[in-house]
């Protein structure tokens, strides 16, 4: 137990500087960054429909997520309806061709499925982090921001889920999700997005709206791949963090959160 709290320790020690550094300076650092989360949580999810006897097709699902952000980095998070309508036609028309006959449309599916979840919501962080204006502030700032209310939200709901938790409304998801630990959680983000307020220029109901987001956002994503580790018979996503799992383990939080706080800044500068 204490080796793996070291692990967990160690990593987060050289994981945490280095995400905060990759949305702090943006570019082609965010974006290679950004690439290698894409990529690992898309195999990953491939893997979770393998281990049920299914076929999608791993690399190019991933090599489409890699490029649906590659994309947006270019040319923006509102001009996909290009990659859309591309990732759906080639899958469609690729499964024609597919040797697995009785599975190859749930496998087309699938591998759409796994490019729109992890690539097109994960290009939401660049969505985020690109955007002007962002109330005055920089979108670094804000993205930053969305970062550690994320940590502070897995970080209260775990702690006062384990102090407070009694009730536990997804049993059959994640039994060790509670109540009192989905409350904390909220609470977690809204306290950093207040604390933060002034640094972002934004004010305090805007502070209190993204803290929200962002809570109930970042648990509704790590319920969703819990539903999908479960569904699939195993704990972790893969072991490639020691003491943290895998891609989706540690982004399945920031797969929801970002896109969601992207919505909020669109629909509040129309």
Not at 33 to 55: V, W
Not at 78 to 96: C, F, K
Not at 160 to 177: A, E, M
Not at 230 to 252: M, Q, T, W
Request: glycine share 12%.
């Amino acid at each position: 137990m204490e080796s793996n709290l070291v692990r967990r320790v160690l990593v987060a020690m050289v994981g945490v500087p280095l995400l905060l550094s990759m949305f702090w300076f943006g570019g082609l650092f965010l974006l290679v960054g950004l690439l290698g989360i894409i990529a690992g949580g898309s195999i990953e999810f491939y893997n979770f429909q393998e281990s049920k006897g299914l076929h999608p097709w791993k690399w190019f699902g991933t090599a489409a997520s890699l490029i649906w952000c590659v994309w947006v980095y270019h040319f923006g998070i509102e001009h996909t309806l290009y990659p859309l309508t591309v990732l759906l036609s080639a899958s469609l028309v690729l499964s024609l061709f597919s040797r697995n006959v009785e599975t190859r449309f749930i496998d087309a599916v699938l591998t759409i499925a796994g490019t729109l979840y992890v690539g097109y919501l994960g290009s939401f962080a660049l969505g985020v982090r690109n955007f002007v204006p962002t109330y005055g502030s920089d979108g670094k700032i804000i993205a930053v921001l969305i970062l550690v209310a994320i940590w502070a939200t897995d970080t209260v709901a775990y702690f006062s889920g384990r102090l407070l938790g009694k009730r536990h409304p997804f049993p059959h998801v994640s039994p060790n999700k509670t109540g009192a630990g989905f409350a904390g959680g909220l609470v977690g983000a809204l306290g950093v997005s207040v604390a933060g307020v002034k640094l972002t220029g934004i004010s305090l109901e805007q502070g209190l709206a993204m803290g929200f987001i962002v809570g109930i956002g970042a648990q509704a994503g790590d319920l969703v791949a819990s539903m999908m580790k479960r569904d699939a018979g195993i704990k972790n996503s893969s072991s490639v963090f020691p003491g943290h799992g895998g891609f989706l383990d540690r982004f399945d939080s920031f797969l929801f959160a970002f896109p969601l706080v992207y919505l909020y800044l669109a629909a509040m500068h129309q």
